[in-house]
């Protein structure tokens, strides 16, 4: 059977957490109303959301999410925010890659900028502005690279 045919609580991770009675992670992402509806047609920011209901249905120690808010609508954005805060607070470890500078600064302790593959810099986001001499954090990353690089992302 097809992924695309089958409905997100027809899918072993998610059909998990509901045989766990989970429900809280469905409500705190937002995804009461895709629980038994096909997969095919979700929009991206749905497809992104039971992602992330994948990636910590089994309440992992460690979390690694790339662009998690990508094509996510503004309340989901910060349904999850509070969510990856919340897991953080529990002492989780929570790795993710984003090009949002606003969001690398209100949830990260500790941010790498890499280019070309490499670590260019490596603090907090306090530190990052001093190293670099800059106002914002973004202008922080523009600087630290020493390129364009990041500007074409």
């Not at 089994?58 to 094509?71: A, R, V």
């Not at 984003?98 to 260019?120: N, P, Y």
Request: charged share 25%.
């Amino acid at each position: 059977m097809a992924v695309a045919s089958i409905s997100v609580s027809e899918t072993p991770l998610v059909l998990y957490t509901l045989r766990r009675a989970d429900d809280a992670l469905i409500d705190a992402l937002g995804i009461r109303d895709l629980a038994d509806r096909r997969t095919q047609g979700f929009s991206q920011g749905e497809r992104m959301k039971v992602a992330i209901a994948r990636a910590l249905v089994h309440d992992p120690d460690t979390i690694l999410l790339d662009e998690p808010t990508n094509g996510l609508d503004i309340m989901s954005v910060r349904a999850l925010r509070e969510q990856l805060r919340h897991l953080r607070s529990e002492g989780r470890c929570v790795l993710f890659s984003s090009h949002v500078m606003q969001e690398v600064a209100a949830l990260c302790d500790r941010i790498v900028i890499l280019g070309a593959g490499r670590v260019v810099a490596a603090g907090t986001a306090s530190e990052l502005i001093a190293w670099s001499g800059a106002a914002t954090l973004e202008d922080a990353f523009v600087a630290l690279l020493g390129t364009g690089e990041g500007l074409a992302a």
